[in-house]
């Protein structure tokens, strides 16, 4: 089966940087992706990798692994709107998304 | 139009009662998604329809019936349901060869009493 492991709690700075690990276990994926979803909100597209490396999109960076099964969303300069819940998602050969238990994020002043 | 809406937002409904949930997108997407989000865990997947056809239904129990009419409309008709059935019911589409990239609706909150 196909399996994503995140940390449950993230706790950071206003200003700080923060990075949220997600580690999988699958058969085979064609990438790997990141949602932020606020409180009582829809989860939201940020990024997506597709091969190995690092991709930039503005504040957040996102970066695969796939010798590692290993994944991370770095985030930059963070904002008290960036307290949310992150989930990291597994992308295969259907239309079928897997996703990660998911990290709650609290900014702190 | 980049959005995905749904209707209602909140719904209560007892055990006995038939209910549907409604969304609609103008994008153009041809794959659309229901996902059950229970509280503080991941979305889970009900059913994918591509190009208006069921593709997926990940063993969902038949009290819970999808329905495409359209390339922009997708309906879950809810029949008998338990109060285990409270949560997030939420819909989502994607452009074809970008099922990477989900846009979500912001939900139905359903409560079974």
């Known amino acids: 089966g196909q399996s994503l492991e995140q940390p449950s709690e993230v706790t950071a700075v206003e200003g700080a940087i923060v990075q949220i690990n997600c580690t999988y276990q699958?058969?085979?994926?064609?990438?790997l992706s990141w949602y932020q979803q606020h409180d009582g909100g829809a989860p939201t597209f940020l990024s997506y990798?597709?091969?190995?490396g690092l991709e930039e999109t503005g504040r957040f960076s996102s970066f695969l692994s796939r010798s590692d099964s290993y994944g991370y969303l770095l985030l930059q300069e963070l904002q008290m709107k960036d307290s949310a819940s992150y989930f990291c998602?597994?992308?295969?050969?259907?239309?079928?998304?897997?996703f990660g238990t998911g990290t709650l994020l609290a900014v702190q002043p | 139009d980049t959005e995905v809406t749904q209707t209602p937002k909140h719904l209560v409904m007892g055990m006995t009662n038939k209910k549907s949930l409604k969304c609609e997108q103008h994008?153009?997407?041809?794959?659309m998604y229901w996902y059950k989000q229970k509280a503080k865990k991941p979305p889970e997947l009900m059913f994918v329809?591509?190009?208006?056809?069921?593709?997926i239904n990940e063993s969902v129990p038949s009290r819970f019936s999808p329905e495409c009419p359209n390339s922009s409309l997708l309906n879950l008709h809810l029949h008998a349901l338990q109060p285990e059935d409270s949560a997030l019911y939420l819909c989502a589409s994607t452009a074809q060869g970008s099922d990477y990239e989900q846009y979500f609706g912001p939900g139905t909150r359903l409560t079974v009493t």
């Open positions: 994008m153009g997407h041809r794959a």
């Open positions: 990798n597709a091969l190995d």
């Open positions: 998602v597994l992308g295969g050969a259907t239309n079928k998304l897997i």
């Open positions: 329809y591509s190009y208006e056809k069921l593709s």
């Open positions: 699958t058969s085979g994926f064609y990438g």
